[in-house]
């Protein structure tokens, strides 16, 4: 919807669409930093229209006060009744303008109030030849002039200013008073439309500011992005190439164990070390793909996790979903993920065999997760970790999940228990 500017001066109109956007932008969906500078646009107008209101009141004062002194005086037969009527519908006219009302109003209202007090104006310019007929008419004028667009201005200050000179000089005024008259309503025209002019450009160039910031930060955002967007590529082609070719050299180790008829212990070693640098290389094309933009997993995702965890472990895993599952924050429903993912990776790495326990779980303005594996039965003896993968990923998993639920709002903890290890995560949602 196209914004119509309010007007500034003795009547000021403030619609709720505020200043007018540039050209060609109408249709574009205001930001918040631009619906801002449009509101603010507002506020400033209706701070301008509430000091100027006593103005409006005094003016009726004015004229009023003016009529009931001048010959002949207003009264309820003749002329003097027009000279009343006329008095009324100017004082009327006037006070619904300066009306709070008056603002939210179409323009065909507003033309017709300001076409009453123009003819109220030229009435008592023919019924009341020394009275205040000048100060009427070119009040008239001035609402005109900053309250409409130019043409109506032109227009309605034309014939406004037209009738009034006529009648003057009908009622055998001397000309230098009609020229008077004439040269005060073109001065409150001009002045308004500079007034009005002013004002538009304070109001467009407020939203026009917002709209640059917004293009700045747009621009910031785009550079920032395509700079991830190489450094993902430097990250893709590095890990691509590692992890292919450590899957090749397992895949060839694979072959030479089949040959040189080595334990099946050996062999099922090589082989599921061949599918986690598949999975790896396929979580290093999810790293590259999220800093790129691409979608990130969420925590509906962990009970893919556990499925995989039981296929290649043989251990007992569970997932147990407490309350209503809804959406969460990106970051906070990633760090759940991740979270799930390092506690079961280091229940792989460092005690393999035991049974682990997956609870997510949803409050009233939270969510949690906990992983706790679980020892065998009592004089169970429990499988040993397996010392190359304790040794791989330098021990900082724990603290990068830690971190990771920081960003996210959010907590982490792992302790010990009586029977195994605990590792909670609490994120807000």
């Known amino acids: 919807m196209k914004a119509r500017p309010a007007a500034a001066g003795l009547l000021h109109a403030s619609r709720p669409c505020g200043p007018p956007p540039p050209g060609g932008t109408e249709n574009v969906p205001a930001s918040a930093r631009v619906s801002a500078a449009r509101s603010r646009a507002r506020e400033r107008v209706d701070r301008q229209r509430q000091l100027l209101r006593p103005l409006g009141w005094v003016l009726i004062a004015i004229v009023v006060t003016a009529g009931l002194n001048s010959h002949p005086a207003p009264g309820l037969s003749g002329a003097r009744l027009g000279i009343s009527l006329a008095l009324i519908g100017y004082a009327a006219a006037v006070a619904a303008t300066v009306a709070v009302a008056w603002a939210r109003r179409g323009y065909l209202f507003q033309v017709v109030l300001i076409g009453l007090i ?45 009738a009034l000179v006529t009648t003057i000089l009908l009622t055998h005024q001397p000309a230098p008073y009609a020229l008077a008259a004439a040269l005060l309503c ?27 910031q917004d293009a700045r930060e747009a621009e910031a955002a785009a550079a920032a992005l395509a700079e991830r967007s190489r450094i993902a590529g430097e990250l893709h082609d590095v890990l691509a190439h590692a992890l292919s070719g450590l899957a090749i050299q397992l895949q060839g180790a694979r072959k030479l164990a089949d040959r040189e008829s080595v334990s099946g212990a050996l062999r099922r070693a090589l082989e599921r ?63 759940l993920f991740r979270g799930a993912q390092e506690a079961l990776t280091n229940v792989t790495r460092y005690a393999p065999g035991t049974s682990v326990t997956v609870t997510v779980r ?68």
């Open 186 to 212: 073109l001065l409150l025209a001009v002045t308004g439309q500079f007034i009005r002019r002013g004002r538009e450009s304070q109001d467009r160039t407020e939203v026009l500011m917002a709209q640059l």
């Open 273 to 335: 070390s061949a599918d986690l640098a598949r999975e790896g290389l396929a979580d290093a094309r999810q790293a590259v793909g999220a800093l790129r933009g691409d979608r990130l997993p969420t925590v509906d995702q962990v009970g893919a996790l556990v499925e995989d965890f039981r296929r290649d472990t043989g251990a007992a895993a569970a997932l147990r979903i407490d309350g209503a599952p809804r959406p969460l924050p990106a970051d906070a429903s990633l760090a």
């Open 362 to 429: 949803y409050e009233t303005g939270r969510a949690m997760l906990t992983v706790e594996d679980h020892a065998g039965p009592a004089g169970a003896v429990a499988p040993a970790g397996n010392p190359l993968l304790a040794e791989v990923g330098g021990g900082h998993g724990l603290t990068a999940m830690r971190e990771r639920a920081t960003r996210a709002g959010g907590t982490a903890r792992a302790r010990p228990t009586a029977g195994g290890w605990l590792v909670e995560l609490e994120v807000p949602g």
């Open 118 to 162: 123009g003819g109220c104006g030229v009435a008592l310019a023919a019924l009341q030849p020394r009275g205040p007929a000048e100060i009427a008419a070119s009040v008239a004028v001035w609402i005109t002039a900053v309250r409409l667009p130019l043409r109506p201005t032109v227009v309605a200050t034309g014939l406004i200013t037209g």
